[in-house]
C-alpha cells in the first residue's frame, strides 16, 4: 500500500501540487484525470522518487523506487544503444538474467535496431517491456496507449488486467476514458493541482460526461463550424 499525505510540489513561484491526500492499495487499478497542466505527471514523479517534494509518501517498502515500474509519457533513450540492450541495462539495474529477451518480446520489437530510431509506439513499448521484465509490485503508466496502435492496446489492457489478478498495485493515466473503463477500479481527478473527487467504477459514466461538458462546453458552437 502507498499513502501520499500532504504532497505539494513548486517550480520556482508556481505550485503544480497543492495538499494532495490519497492511498493506493495492493491488487487495485487507479486512474489519474485531469486537463494537460493539471499535476498528473508531477504527482507520478515524486511517487517514483524523480522529483522532491513537500509531505510524505509512505508504502511498506524501505525503499519503493526499487519495487516500482515506471512508465513515462516519453521515454529517453541514448543514441546508440539497441532495444536488446536497453532491456538487458534494466536488468543490470536489479541484478537480473534473462537468458532471451525474444521470449519476453511480446510486441515484435527489432531488438538489434537502435531504440531511438523507433517511432513513439515502438518506443513506449520497448519502455512498458522493460519495466515488466523487472517483475515490480507496483506499475505507473503515464499515457500507456499514447501513440501505440491499436492492436498493442489491447495486448497493454491484457497486460493490466493480468498484473491486477498478480495482486500487483497499478496506476495510469489517459486521455482515452474507455480505457479507464476497461481497467481501473477507481479514478481520482485532478484540477490545477488539487485533487476534486475520487470516483468508483459505478460512476465512471457520470465523470466522463462532466468532464466532456465542462472541456467542451460551448465552444465548438461558438467556433461556428460550417
Do not use: W
Not at 544503444?81 to 515484435?108: H, P, S, W
Not at 489491447?154 to 493480468?162: A, M, N, R
Amino acid at each position: 500500500m502507498i499513502t501520499i499525505e500532504n504532497l505539494s510540489k513548486s517550480y520556482g513561484t508556481k505550485q503544480v501540487l497543492k495538499d494532495i491526500n490519497l492511498s493506493f492499495e495492493k491488487g487495485k487499478v487507479y486512474g489519474i484525470v485531469g486537463e494537460n497542466g493539471a499535476g498528473k505527471t508531477t504527482l507520478f514523479k515524486c511517487i517514483a522518487g524523480l522529483e522532491n517534494y513537500k509531505g510524505k509518501i509512505i508504502s511498506e517498502y524501505n525503499n519503493l523506487k526499487n519495487h516500482l515500474g515506471y512508465l513515462q509519457t516519453d521515454p529517453y533513450f541514448f543514441s546508440k544503444i539497441t532495444g536488446g540492450e536497453y532491456l538487458q541495462l534494466f536488468c543490470n539495474a536489479r541484478n537480473m538474467i534473462v537468458q532471451n529477451f525474444e521470449t519476453k518480446n511480446i510486441f515484435d520489437l527489432p531488438l538489434n535496431q537502435y531504440a531511438a530510431t523507433y517511432s513513439t509506439g515502438m518506443k513506449k513499448k520497448l519502455a512498458l517491456t522493460a519495466i515488466l521484465i523487472g517483475q515490480n509490485d507496483i506499475y505507473i503508466l503515464d499515457e500507456p496507449y499514447n501513440g501505440v496502435d491499436i492492436q498493442s492496446n489491447i495486448i497493454i489492457t491484457e497486460i493490466i488486467h493480468k498484473l491486477n489478478s498478480l495482486n500487483k498495485t497499478i496506476i495510469l493515466s489517459s486521455h482515452i476514458f474507455s480505457t479507464l473503463n476497461d481497467t481501473c477500479g477507481e479514478i481520482y481527478l485532478l484540477k490545477e493541482g488539487s485533487l476534486v473527487k475520487k470516483v468508483h467504477k459505478a460512476e465512471f459514466g457520470k465523470l466522463e460526461q462532466e468532464m466532456k461538458d465542462f472541456t467542451i462546453g460551448n465552444k465548438i458552437k461558438k467556433f461556428d463550424l460550417r
